[in-house]
């Protein structure tokens, strides 16, 4: 019998303590881990301690440095952990960068990461170029080597690089195609295995056989990420970046429970939801529901 094990990342790469830094504790309050064990059997390991984010933009033109590093190798080390002892981590952000340390478990305890990748942006800014300075526009580019960052702190994206390898990862739903355009930010489509929202609609099924399959190729062993804003607005509104288009929660529950299905699936991160715009807590109902709805059945 798998079991899951419940890890909490809330790390908010604005540098601050609020927001989605409180997602793990929210959806805990909302009835996570009993969501978890009416499917599995289910530990919860607690979160990753990394000091406090401050919002200041450091060298590399990321804000909160140093707690982005330390986040990095706590959660490294906990799903590692997880992995090694035959669990399958649920690591819950915070923000996108949290895949960074989960990246890098996948890789010590498997010899390689691959990555689906289920996000409604592509995450690939150059950290300087970055607008907001928030590590969760860049994690992807910055694992994939694609981008990189002039004194970046040892520790944000652990080496050798690149840490992912593009024929191991695929991106399913972003839609952030014309900003980039208008920012002169390269895009990664044409150079991994991309599907845009628009793209999965009435092929959600043959699209996540296809992405596995290409990354199980050149990674047998793949994470799972899920960042919240994949969705419509209409669907969950309780996220920092909202955008026109996405999925609906009947699309993103019907992939990820096909995606938790394939042997070659080691684990799931979960971000980007925001508690603080959420003031009664149905949205993050909403997000446990869909956890339990997607788990395969023990
Ligand atoms: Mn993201």
Redesign the pocket.
């Known amino acids: 019998m798998t079991v899951i094990e419940v890890v909490g990342a809330g790390f908010n790469s604005a540098g601050r303590g609020d927001g989605v830094a409180r997602a793990p504790g929210a959806l805990r309050r909302a009835g996570l881990v009993a969501a978890v064990a009416a499917r599995h059997d289910v530990r919860d390991s607690g979160d990753v301690a990394f000091g406090e984010a401050v919002p200041e933009r450091g060298a590399s033109g990321l804000l909160a440095e140093r707690a982005l590093a330390a986040m990095v190798g706590g959660v490294r080390r906990k799903v590692a952990a997880a992995l090694a002892g035959g669990a399958v981590p649920l690591l819950v952000g915070g923000?996108?960068p949290v895949l960074l340390g989960a990246l890098a478990a996948c890789r010590d305890v498997h010899g390689a990461a691959g990555l689906l990748f289920v996000?409604?942006?592509e995450?690939a800014w150059p950290p300087a170029a970055s607008t907001t300075g928030e590590a969760?526009?860049c994690?992807?580019g910055l694992a994939l080597g694609v981008t990189a960052a002039a004194s970046l702190p040892s520790g944000v994206v652990p080496g050798p690089a690149p840490l992912l390898r593009a024929e191991a990862t695929a991106l399913l739903g972003p839609r952030d195609g014309a900003d980039l355009l208008e920012h002169r930010v390269a895009s990664l489509r044409g150079s991994l295995w991309f599907a845009t929202d628009r793209e999965l609609a009435g092929r959600v099924a043959e699209s996540v056989a296809d992405a596995a399959a290409t990354v199980e190729r050149s990674a047998p062993r793949w994470w799972l990420?899920v960042?919240l804003?994949v969705l419509a607005t209409g669907e969950l509104a309780a996220v920092d970046y909202p955008q026109p288009g996405g999925l609906t929660w009947a699309e993103l529950t019907e992939l990820t429970a096909l995606a938790l299905r394939r042997p070659g699936c080691t684990g799931w991160s979960l971000?980007?939801y925001n508690p603080d715009l959420d003031p009664d807590g149905r949205q993050g109902a909403r997000i446990v529901r869909y956890v339990g709805e997607a788990l395969p059945s023990r």
């Open positions: 923000d996108c996000d409604g942006h995450d969760a526009d994690e992807l990420h960042d804003d971000t980007i």
